[in-house]
């Protein structure tokens, strides 16, 4: 299953990174203050969306991929800003910036995460043991950084692209509700 996400009307303003009175952030952007990226629009497509099957796999059994996913630090922002995982895949969290910062996630399926990440290249493995749409991600050290994660118990999630695109591979036949979420323009779904 593979579409485009569109985005139609006035596309609103990104929201800015308030970096002021944190120094060991702004020398990093001394272009000014970096967009967030939670909205990206190029030529009408719509990037970061997270689609995904809500109902119809029924009791599907799916093998869990055991390569892990990365969130980075850097810049005082996360990288990416939106990612999906499996239950139980292992979801690594990097800082790769040289000041400390947290990775705190709220999930509210799950128990949740709050690991310091003090040095530049400190990381911590974890995995979500139950599937949640979406997790929120901050640090606690800059109130500004935020990600989202998307916990799945089946491998049919995918994020749209700069051009909008995204494909759920090898879907086997059948009736599915699709979802398709947003962290600024919410949640649709269609059968």
Not at 9 to 35: D, F, M, R, Y
Not at 54 to 68: C, E, H, I, N, Y
């Amino acid at each position: 299953l593979s579409g485009i996400v569109r985005f139609e009307g006035a596309v609103p303003e990104q929201t800015i990174a308030q970096l002021s009175g944190w120094s060991e952030c702004a020398s990093q952007h001394p272009e000014g203050n970096p967009k967030a990226g939670d909205i990206l629009v190029t030529e009408g497509k719509l990037q970061n969306v997270m689609v995904y099957i809500k109902d119809g796999l029924g009791d599907r059994v799916f093998a869990v991929p055991t390569t892990a996913v990365v969130l980075d630090q850097q810049g005082c922002l996360f990288t990416p800003r939106v990612l999906g995982v499996q239950t139980d895949q292992p979801f690594n969290m990097l800082n790769s910036d040289p000041l400390a910062h947290n990775v705190h996630g709220l999930p509210k399926n799950s128990s949740a995460w709050n690991y310091s990440l003090g040095l530049k290249g400190a990381s911590r493995t974890t995995s979500v043991r139950k599937a949640e749409t979406m997790i929120e991600i901050k640090c606690d050290v800059h109130p500004w950084m935020r990600a989202y994660l998307g916990v799945f118990d089946h491998p049919y999630f995918a994020l749209s692209a700069a051009d909008g695109r995204f494909t759920l591979k090898d879907l086997p036949p059948g009736d599915y509700t699709i979802e398709a979420w947003h962290e600024r323009f919410g949640v649709q779904s269609q059968k």
